[in-house]
């Protein structure tokens, strides 16, 4: 099973709310990432978590807050979003120390308003 | 920085043409380098993933080769069907590091 689930697939909501996205995967691996994608263009990483520590944070500002729970499942808290936020957020997971091969999420569709 | 370019943008074919498609990046010291197929909206389906000490894998129609010394990748797509439509990126992974930088993406359309 290579599968990468995320909820939910999509979320609109205002820039004084709080929510957050799931993402999980049953593959045993250790690492997880959260990526960023506007239309057009390639995913922008914005954290990687190895063995349930965050290990990269791409300098992304404070209101996105990952956190991850278990070394299945990843979330990222969103609080006072801007409408630039208006993205499609990838999850991923690799094992850390063989190929690292990404697998990705079919992603959320976040719409800020 | 790593910058990874893709060359075409876009592409347009009929259905049944042999294409490829091309992968440039800047620092040759790289980990390993996958091909992803995306469809609109959706996520990112991994094609293949060619190990540094590799030259090429194959994956029934698709193959992808690497020549890490002159900083190129290619994806062979063998007599192309309008199922392949889609943006297909290259990424690269640094050694020691599990971060993906990825192309700038081709546009595929495949016609009937």
């Known amino acids: 099973d290579t599968e990468v689930t995320q909820t939910p697939k999509h979320l609109v909501m205002g820039m004084t709310n709080k929510k957050s996205l799931k993402c999980e995967q049953h593959?045993?691996?250790?690492?997880m990432y959260w990526y960023k994608q506007k239309a057009k263009k390639p995913p922008e990483l914005m954290f990687v978590y190895s063995y349930e520590k965050l290990s990269i944070n791409e300098s992304v500002p404070s209101r996105f807050s990952p956190e991850c729970p278990n070394s299945s499942l990843l979330n990222l808290h969103l609080h006072a979003l801007q409408p630039e936020d208006s993205a499609l957020y990838l999850c991923?997971?690799?094992?850390?120390?063989?190929?690292?091969?990404?697998?990705f999420g079919p992603g959320t569709r976040l719409t800020v308003t | 920085k790593q910058e990874v370019t893709q060359i075409p943008a876009a592409l347009s074919v009929p259905e049944g043409e042999n294409l490829v498609l091309n992968c440039s990046f800047t620092d040759s010291a790289i980990y390993n380098l996958q091909w992803f197929r995306q469809d609109p909206g959706k996520g990112l389906t991994s094609l293949l993933l060619?190990?540094?000490?590799?030259r090429e894998q194959t994956s029934g129609r698709l193959n992808a080769s690497l020549d890490k010394s002159s900083g190129r990748s290619t994806l062979y797509i063998a007599a192309s069907q309008p199922g392949d439509s889609a943006t297909y990126l290259c990424?690269?992974?640094?050694?020691?590091?599990?971060?993906?930088?990825f192309g700038t993406g081709t546009r595929l359309l495949v016609s009937p």
């Open positions: 060619i190990q540094s000490s590799q």
């Open positions: 990424a690269v992974t640094h050694t020691g590091f599990q971060k993906l930088v």
């Open positions: 991923a997971s690799s094992q850390p120390w063989t190929t690292y091969e990404q697998y």
């Open positions: 593959m045993g691996h250790r690492a």
